[in-house]
């Protein structure tokens, strides 16, 4: 990508983001039961990622899952909590590390709440990114996540609409090195297909179990 489309892209997506206020989240709950009775007030809840206020909506449309068959982002993803990120396979150092945080933070949560969640990774290389390729990489982490790629112009609408700086290359396989680049954000988003929150660097695998623990009891509570 040319220097001043991406400066004019990034440019863009700034504008974008600064549309977006993220803010913490906390709140407290009372028993109308007991509204005479005095209760000690509960402790705000404490994330490590942000809450995203407004909502961002998963985008709407279709993907390749790693199996082969079409991906439909928004139908296939229903579990209480879901979790998007955006990696590729060439990539030696970030994408590796985000995914070991997951799977590191996930193992840690109990059974039920492992249960609840699921994990999307999309492929920010989609020409190199073949489902195979892409499966076989996965299989590393957890067989269980769901990879997906495609039409390199939908993968570059699923990174602006959710206001993540992506470079995605469409050039042929076996052709020269090709620049890849993209955020390393985390989003949660809950059955409802809107964003619950984000992690916009590395958490810990300890933070991320945290905030994924309380995430999936919340969704949980208002279903």
């Known amino acids: 990508m040319s ?10 997506l700034s504008l974008a983001v600064a549309g977006v206020a993220v803010t913490l989240l906390s709140g407290c709950a009372g028993d109308p039961a007991l509204s005479s009775v005095p209760q000690p007030p509960e402790a705000p ?7 995203v206020e407004p909502p961002v909506p998963l985008p709407a449309v279709m993907l390749t899952g790693a199996d ?23 990539c030696p150092d970030e994408c590796p590390l985000t995914v070991s945080t997951i799977t590191v933070a996930l193992g840690a ?14 492929s920010a290389d989609p020409v190199r990114d073949t489902p195979a ?31 993540v700086p ?9 052709a020269d090195p090709v620049d ?10 809950g059955a409802d297909e809107q964003s619950l929150m984000l992690w916009g660097s590395n ?12 995430l999936v009891e919340q969704q949980q509570s208002r279903s």
């Open 3 to 12: 220097e001043p489309r991406r400066a004019a892209r990034r440019s863009r």
């Open 109 to 122: 949560l109990a059974p039920e709440l492992r249960r609840s969640i699921d994990v999307v990774v999309v």
């Open 166 to 174: 992506a470079d995605v290359p469409g050039s042929a396989p076996g």
């Open 203 to 214: 958490p810990t695998p300890s933070e991320l179990a945290a905030d994924l623990s309380q």
């Open 68 to 90: 082969d068959r079409p991906f439909d982002l928004q139908a296939d993803t229903r579990a209480p909590v879901t979790l998007v990120t955006f990696v590729y396979t060439n």
């Open 180 to 189: 890849v680049s993209h955020g390393v954000q985390i989003f949660a988003f």
């Open 133 to 163: 390729v892409l499966r076989a990489w996965l299989d590393r982490f957890d067989p269980a996540y769901r990879g997906v790629t495609g039409d390199p112009a939908v993968i570059d609408k699923v990174a602006v609409d959710l206001f």
């Open 45 to 51: 809840r404490t994330y490590t990622g942000t809450v």
